[in-house]
């Protein structure tokens, strides 16, 4: 499992099943997939779009998936060991 991986199983609001959607991370209790709300952003459209748009996520767990993704990609990689003399 991937460092991404890892990280979103610490986010309370979403979840990964095998047996749902192939496996794609879903808004937890729903068949809502996370990627929905991305791309949803990415075409130019609002949170408030989103949510007028796709019943299932609450704005709470909307904004806790951008929170979430934000500390992501402000979390630092860890340096890699240097090479031994």
């Not at 068949?31 to 791309?39: D, G, H, S, Y």
């Not at 075409?43 to 704005?59: A, H, I, N, Q």
Request: proline share 11%; with cysteine; glycine share 6%.
């Amino acid at each position: 499992m991937g460092k991404t991986e890892d990280y979103w199983q610490k986010c309370p609001v979403v979840e990964r099943d095998p047996e749902r959607l192939s496996g794609a991370l879903v808004f937890r209790g729903t068949r809502m997939p996370v990627a929905a709300l991305f791309e949803t952003l990415r075409d130019g459209d609002t949170v408030d779009d989103f949510m007028e748009w796709f019943e299932g996520p609450s704005r709470a767990e909307v904004e806790a998936v951008l929170e979430h993704a934000i500390n992501d990609m402000q979390t630092p990689l860890p340096r890699p060991a240097s090479p031994s003399p």
